[in-house]
């Protein structure tokens, strides 16, 4: 299984990103996926979540600007940032979680947003 996380980068505040996590190795469909970050210095934080059904949540310091969404086709899953602040810059990774079993994380895309 591997997850391959793209589009980080650095842009200024209240510019737009869209960060995408590709899935290879595993049936895609069955896994609920989420987005973390973790900002420099900090923990790891949950951001956005995405069902297996489509339903989606988000992290009330996300919410309105940030939106998850996944293409089972084409085995990822997507993060359009928009409104970007400071306090957004982190390292981002994509979640794979099933049913049950094992979880799996991608390797991180490193996102900056200067002020």
């Known amino acids: 299984v591997q997850l391959q996380a793209s589009g980080g980068g650095l842009v200024q505040a209240g510019g737009s990103l869209r960060l995408s996590c590709a899935a290879s190795?595993?049936?895609?469909?069955?896994?609920?996926m989420g987005w973390y970050r973790q900002p420099p210095g900090k923990q790891r934080e949950w951001v956005a979540g995405?069902?297996?059904?489509?339903?989606?949540n988000y992290a009330d310091s996300v919410k309105g600007r940030f939106t998850i969404s996944r293409d089972n086709a084409k085995s990822t899953v997507y993060l359009q940032m928009n409104s970007l602040k400071p306090e957004d810059t982190a390292v981002y990774y994509c979640?794979?979680?099933?049913?049950?079993?094992?979880?799996?994380w991608g390797q991180g895309t490193l996102v900056t947003v200067s002020s």
């Open positions: 979640h794979a979680q099933p049913g049950y079993g094992p979880s799996y």
């Open positions: 995405i069902t297996t059904g489509g339903s989606t």
């Open positions: 190795g595993m049936l895609f469909s069955i896994y609920a």
